[in-house]
């Protein structure tokens, strides 16, 4: 692990993808673990002192020095008495609850704070076990409806790769599936605040029936329009004038299954209409080759379809 960002993460100066990958390294093992709180002893050697906080460059000299600090009798008892707390404290701290959901699946959760979230197919949250203690921060891949339990001091934030979405009570809808790249948030309730990485320092403030989403390397605002495409957590696959192969893109979401189109032609056609998940692909395909000319194969074993 790179020093730097241990060292930043020690200051809470990371961005949270890189606190997420610090965490993910604390975790992958013991020995990894063991040299976190070494370097996090030394980290907490140079506050004593009053020196500033260490960076890559300087670490050869602070190392020197931090062994000069901990010859001195009293720094040290007052150095083991902090470590010891640091270590109960961040063991704490540094547990993490995760809630995955597979393909062709959705589920619903109660945070601490009594803040209600829908998670998609393909999506996964995670929050700190002190979560409600000092902050309601959640880390999201994928997509996830939230109906955020009201509290002024205490605004709940969702984090994604690249995007931030903070609110205080409110009931909004957040897309981030890391692989695609894309993002969105759409609110039905209260208000929003969305902040993006690429552009630090500016927010985009949300009001009721609005989205934002990152298109064309910008962030747009425009209104919600369709709501029935936010009718996932309730087991529907909807769409209003979309292509067919994005239609296909939320059947391989909704169904768990992998489709192969062969046709590229069959992307110039769009479709409008509602399907419930539990009716299975079969019958979407079924109703859609109404009105658009294709032919299909199902492969169970692989699970897998190959359209032409």
Same mark, same amino acid.
């Given at each position: 692990?790179?020093?730097?960002?241990?060292?930043?993460?020690?200051?809470?100066?990371?961005?949270?993808?890189?606190?997420?990958?610090?965490?993910?390294? =604390?975790?992958?093992?013991?020995?990894?673990?063991?040299?976190?709180?070494?370097?996090?002893?030394?980290?907490?050697?140079?506050?004593?002192?009053?020196?500033?906080?260490?960076?890559?460059?300087?670490?050869? $000299?602070?190392?020197?020095?931090?062994?000069?600090?901990?010859?001195?009798?009293? $720094?040290?008892?007052?150095?083991?008495?902090?470590?010891?707390?640091?270590?109960?404290?961040?063991?704490?701290?540094?547990?993490?609850?995760?809630?995955?959901?597979?393909?062709g699946q959705r589920t619903h959760i109660t945070l601490p704070d009594g803040?209600?979230?829908?998670?998609?197919?393909?999506?996964?949250?995670?929050?700190?076990?002190?979560?409600?203690?000092?902050?309601?921060?959640?880390a999201l891949e994928g997509e996830a409806y939230f109906s955020v339990a009201?509290?002024?001091?205490?605004?709940?934030?969702?984090?994604?790769?690249?995007?931030?979405?903070?609110?205080?009570?409110?009931?909004?809808? =957040?897309?981030?599936?890391?692989?695609?790249?894309?993002?969105?948030?759409?609110?039905?309730?209260?208000?929003?605040?969305?902040?993006?990485?690429?552009?630090?320092?500016?927010?985009?403030?949300?009001?009721?029936?609005?989205?934002?989403?990152?298109?064309?390397?910008?962030?747009?605002?425009?209104?919600?329009?369709?709501?029935?495409?936010?009718?996932?957590?309730?087991?529907?696959?909807?769409?209003?004038?979309?292509?067919?192969?994005?239609?296909?893109?939320?059947?391989?979401?909704?169904?768990?299954?992998?489709?192969?189109?062969?046709?590229?032609?069959?992307?110039?056609?769009?479709?409008?209409?509602?399907?419930?998940?539990?009716?299975? =692909?079969?019958?979407?395909?079924?109703?859609?080759?109404?009105?658009?000319?294709?032919?299909?194969?199902?492969?169970?074993?692989?699970?897998?379809?190959?359209?032409?």
């Amino acid at each position: 692990m790179n020093n730097d960002l241990l060292y930043r993460y020690f200051m809470g100066t990371v961005t949270p993808e890189e606190g997420m990958a610090v965490k993910q390294w =604390v975790e992958a093992s013991e020995d990894n673990r063991k040299a976190f709180f070494r370097e996090r002893r030394m980290f907490d050697a140079m506050l004593l002192v009053g020196n500033e906080a260490p960076v890559v460059k300087r670490r050869p $000299v602070l190392r020197r020095l931090g062994r000069a600090v901990l010859k001195v009798a009293s $720094v040290a008892a007052l150095l083991f008495f902090a470590v010891l707390l640091y270590d109960s404290y961040t063991e704490k701290r540094d547990t993490f609850a995760v809630v995955s959901v597979p393909a062709g699946q959705r589920t619903h959760i109660t945070l601490p704070d009594g803040t209600g979230v829908w998670l998609n197919a393909r999506s996964e949250i995670r929050y700190s076990t002190s979560y409600n203690d000092s902050h309601r921060d959640v880390a999201l891949e994928g997509e996830a409806y939230f109906s955020v339990a009201k509290n002024k001091e205490l605004p709940f934030i969702v984090h994604t790769r690249n995007f931030d979405v903070k609110a205080t009570g409110t009931v909004f809808n =957040v897309q981030a599936y890391p692989e695609t790249n894309d993002f969105e948030a759409a609110l039905f309730e209260g208000g929003v605040d969305v902040s993006s990485h690429y552009a630090p320092g500016r927010v985009w403030h949300l009001t009721p029936g609005n989205k934002v989403s990152w298109h064309r390397r910008r962030l747009v605002v425009s209104a919600i329009g369709n709501e029935d495409s936010y009718q996932w957590r309730a087991g529907f696959i909807s769409f209003r004038d979309e292509r067919l192969d994005a239609i296909l893109k939320q059947f391989e979401k909704s169904f768990g299954i992998r489709i192969n189109i062969h046709n590229r032609s069959l992307f110039e056609h769009t479709y409008t209409g509602k399907f419930r998940q539990s009716d299975g =692909v079969d019958y979407a395909l079924r109703v859609l080759q109404r009105d658009i000319n294709f032919r299909y194969s199902k492969d169970d074993e692989h699970e897998s379809i190959d359209i032409y």
